[in-house]
């Protein structure tokens, strides 16, 4: 992975056109709290960015800015080269570039899943209905749910339901994919289908931010893992140098809080 | 007793009854739905517009409503909604009045529905890249609609009694029949039992049904 940038000599070294997202000094409150500071962060092409850290750090907040679900108060966000605009239809048609996948899942509850899948290439992509609905079959079988196409998302269980919903994100062919804590709302035996699926896209060269608990996950399938506490990055290195050898004290208490019991 | 009973002239008045009910339902269904879609529009003078409105209108007894079309609009203002005759200019005037008012229940009642969906179905429906109203007529306004059919029915059969309030600007509907026989025959009672009776005909059936219908479109979570 030649898109994987941990120190700042390195970062200066990638050519401008593969940062796909960049964020730089974004400032985000909620009332009196500060949730994000002074964020900096680049996502290259084909990058898998892991985001961790402790509740209300500002990690899903983070990933909700990135297609503008939340405003920043100030800072600029950019996706493939062009800044995030006000709410509108440009915003909607760059929204249509970032597959977004939430923790509670948020298929459409009237629609069948065959119909979730092909909502967004019928309605804004203007694909016709033949080729949206052999294009949603056929991501459904990659997903592994392509039998229950026909069924409505109460009928199915939490792993399936967040599979079609990354389903739903990628009929939109993507730039890029964010994930919001993915797996936080399954049970332990369903989030090992959910986290295969995104290991495979991840393999195929998705650019992919994931904010996650997952640690396993970071480990295996990370370029880069951001650890984030108090709204701050307080870290950014390689799973294998962030996990074996953290450098923050931060980090090394979250660490030694999740790892060893 | 029943001899004042002219059944052509009943069926008349309660089909006048059943035109009002109909077209004041459609009328309102849509402009309600245009209120809610305001109400929770980002643009703030949409907004205020809507909540104006739905805080006027439902506030005003109907027959000051009604009484406004026929004496503001019509007599004041000439407004004759392509009427060539007081039975069809009267008959609009009162759609239009009923529509007005109804409408501001449809829209709290819609409302209320919308705030049912959870706030992840429009979020889910903005990252796709869809726009306010797609999401709002394509995610949103669906999931609202099904569960308020029950709060709708109310709107219905409280509209379809409503209509007796045409009267008052002269529209031949059932309840001017029933003041008319009343005043000629002496037989209150019969009377205004065989009128109630065809109340109960129109609405109970509109209950019953939109109950069962409620039940058959409810979303499953």
Not at chain 1, 86 to 114: I, P, W, Y
Not at chain 2, 69 to 96: E, H
Not at chain 2, 153 to 158: G, K, R, W, Y
Request: charged fraction near 20%; hydrophobic fraction near 50%.
């Amino acid at each position: 992975m030649s898109g994987v940038s941990v120190t700042k000599g390195a970062e200066d070294a990638v050519p401008a056109t593969t940062d796909l997202v960049v964020l730089s000094n974004v400032n985000k409150h909620f009332g009196a709290l500060h949730v994000l500071q002074d964020i900096d962060l680049t996502i290259a092409r084909g990058e898998v960015v892991v985001v961790i850290g402790p509740s209300g750090s500002g990690k899903s907040t983070l990933c909700r800015t990135i297609n503008r679900l939340e405003t920043i108060d100030s800072g600029s966000i950019a996706i493939d080269g062009k800044p995030l605009p006000e709410e509108g239809r440009e915003l909607a048609r760059l929204r249509a570039d970032v597959g977004m996948v939430f923790q509670s899942f948020n298929l459409f509850a009237h629609k069948t899943v065959l119909e979730n899948v092909m909502l967004g290439q019928l309605k804004v992509r203007r694909t016709d209905k033949k080729a949206a609905e052999e294009k949603a079959r056929s991501l459904l079988d990659r997903v592994g749910v392509g039998s229950q196409a026909d069924k409505y998302p109460a009928q199915l269980s939490g792993g399936q339901q967040q599979r079609v919903a990354i389903a739903r994100a990628l009929a939109m062919n993507p730039k890029v994919m964010l994930f919001d804590e993915p797996t936080s709302a399954l049970d332990p035996e369903m989030i090992n289908e959910v986290l295969e699926v995104m290991q495979q896209l991840a393999r195929d060269g998705m650019t992919m931010v994931v904010v996650t608990h997952e640690m396993g996950f970071a480990r295996s399938a990370a370029n880069r893992v951001v650890f984030m506490a108090d709204g701050k990055i307080v870290e950014e290195a390689t799973p294998e140098e962030f996990f074996s050898n953290p450098r923050s004290d931060r980090a090394k208490d979250f660490l030694s809080k999740i790892l060893h019991h | 007793m029943f001899d004042f009973l002219d059944m052509d002239a009943l069926l008349g008045a309660f089909w006048v009854t059943v035109k009002l009910t109909v077209y004041s339902a459609i009328g309102s269904l849509i402009w309600g739905t245009l209120l809610a879609g305001m109400r929770v529009s980002p643009v703030p003078l949409m907004r205020a517009v809507g909540t104006a409105y739905v805080n006027v209108v439902r506030n005003i007894p109907l027959t000051v409503v009604i009484l406004f079309t026929s004496l503001g609009l019509f007599q004041t203002l000439g407004v004759t909604l392509a009427g060539d005759n007081f039975t069809v200019i009267n008959f609009r005037l009162a759609v239009l009045g009923l529509i007005a008012y109804t409408a501001a229940f449809v829209c709290e009642a819609l409302r209320s529905g919308i705030n049912t969906v959870p706030v992840g179905q429009a979020e889910a429906a903005r990252a796709l890249g869809l726009s306010f109203t797609q999401v709002l007529t394509l995610i949103v306004l669906p999931q609202a609609f099904r569960s308020v059919v029950n709060p709708l029915a109310n709107v219905l059969i409280a509209l379809t009694k409503n209509t007796t309030v045409a009267s008052v600007i002269g529209v031949a509907e059932a309840s001017l029949l029933m003041k008319s026989w009343i005043e000629t025959y002496a037989a209150l009672l019969p009377i205004v039992a065989i009128f109630a009776f065809g109340f109960i005909c129109l609405t109970l059936p509109t209950g019953l049904v939109l109950g069962w219908v409620s039940k058959k479109v409810a979303v499953k979570r």
